[in-house]
């Protein structure tokens, strides 16, 4: 692996990795002392964090299509590591809200440029299979946390240990990411875009790509079509991910350990799908995508008939296991779909108008949630599932196969 793209992975991963010990840390924290577990600040925990997600993915999505992907990284990295240190030093309800706040704007304004970036930088073979198990790293970090949080629970550890971790975690990823970052190359085809003919050139053979005067000249569908699809996919697997690896533990078990259980094993679920899901997906985004929806429909109607049993974690965790499988492989039929709908030219903003729509409905539903029993939750992600698998059917009859598509890079491709 050439020193470009070696960079290019190991941003990628780390970053990821640091998105999901952030995206965990709310429900995770449910345990510490200072933190209420009844009122306004018990909802506030779990919902700063996705609100804020919301401003820093639609700003950093828009403005990564005028300066470019790599500059965003630079405010997003001094965000978030305020944040996180903001964290690990709370010793009150605000500074922590704060600090969870910080992170999330931070680290979440960089998914777009990053998965733009992958997709740009990438071979149209490797496309699929590097934007999947590079979104894959944000699981693993969700996984990672909560057994560590699981492990100082059940060993009886002082609680500080949890914030400790959460500290140490950081300096290292933080380090790891400014490292690997300092060589990360911009997008050659944003370079290409942007009329910069010559140093888009030399970063593509940098990277050992060859470009083809086919680019660009692929398919096409009305922007309101793919928005549809994009959006009805987005609001069902991103609202139906977090509600059941997050949301529902949080409000529904009382003991620490049990929310640390499930995020574990359904995280441990996500983490696991995700290499199969970057293997399935480069055979084909269509058929894989129908099938990740219907998939994850099916393993949510068994666990609603089981509904009344879920307390028992040994009925609640393997259910919850598959779900998490399925949902990582619509996640990464998502993912992968958001950067080849768009052009290079208006890629972060597209993008951005899709995750517009699940991500203020997310925090919403999290609200809703606090007065919903398990089965109307349960009820809730079934309505989502088939939302998405509406969007899925959608595609897989009137949209085009995206595998081997090529990408654009000149300066007169236009639209988004």
């Known amino acids: 692996m050439n020193p470009a793209r070696k960079s290019l992975v190991t941003s990628t991963f780390s970053g990821m990795f640091l998105w999901g010990v952030i995206a965990s840390i709310a429900p995770l924290g449910k345990s ?3 933190v209420p577990d009844t009122g306004i600040f018990r909802i506030l925990l779990v919902v700063i964090g996705p609100s804020f997600s919301l401003f ?21 990295i001094a965000l978030y590591s305020i944040g996180l240190a903001v964290i690990s030093l709370s010793y009150s309800v605000f500074s922590l809200l704060f600090g969870i706040a910080l992170s999330h704007f931070g680290v979440a304004g960089e998914e777009i440029p990053t998965i733009s970036l992958l997709a740009e930088d990438s071979t149209k073979e490797s496309r699929g299979s590097l934007v999947t198990n590079g979104m894959n790293f944000s699981n693993i970090g969700s996984a990672f946390i909560a057994g560590v949080f699981l492990f ?11 914030r400790l971790a959460i500290g140490i975690m950081a300096i290292l990823l933080v380090c790891l990411i400014i490292y690997s970052r300092i060589k990360l190359p911009e997008s050659f085809r944003w370079l290409g875009v942007k009329g910069r003919g010559k140093e888009s050139s030399q970063l593509s053979k940098e990277l050992d790509i060859e470009t083809s005067d086919n680019e660009g000249n692929h398919p096409s569908r009305p922007f ?31 003991s620490a350990t049990k929310i640390d259980y499930l995020v574990f094993f359904g995280l441990l679920g996500a983490s696991i799908a995700g290499p199969f899901a970057g293997r399935l997906i480069s055979s084909g985004r269509k058929l894989f995508t129908l099938l990740s929806f219907a998939g994850g429909l099916f393993s949510v109607l068994i666990i609603l008939l089981v509904v009344n049993s879920l307390g028992n974690l040994l009925v609640y965790v393997p259910l919850l296991f598959v779900n998490m499988v399925f949902s990582e492989f619509a996640w990464a039929a998502r993912t992968t779909l958001e950067p080849e ?8 903003r597209g993008i951005a108008l899709v995750r517009v729509i ?22 809730s992600n079934i309505i989502l599932w088939i939302i998405g698998l509406a969007g899925a059917a959608v595609w897989f009859f009137y949209g085009y196969e995206t595998k081997k598509m090529e ?5 007169e491709s236009s639209g988004i």
């Open 32 to 34: 510490w002392p200072f």
């Open 56 to 76: 820093g993915s639609f700003l950093m999505g828009f403005v990564s299509d005028y300066i470019g992907r790599r500059k965003i990284f630079i405010a997003t």
């Open 152 to 162: 100082i629970s059940l060993g009886n550890f002082p609680l500080l240990y949890q």
């Open 224 to 254: 309101s079509l793919r928005y549809f699809v994009l959006g009805s996919m987005a609001l069902s697997q991103y609202l139906t991910f977090g509600l059941m690896a997050y949301i529902i533990p949080y409000y529904e078990f009382s």
């Open 341 to 348: 709908l768009f052009r290079t030219g208006t890629r972060g």
């Open 358 to 379: 699940p991500m203020v409905a997310y925090p919403i539903t999290i609200v809703l949630f606090a007065n919903f029993s398990l089965g109307q939750e349960i009820v």
């Open 407 to 411: 990408l654009d890079h000149r300066p």
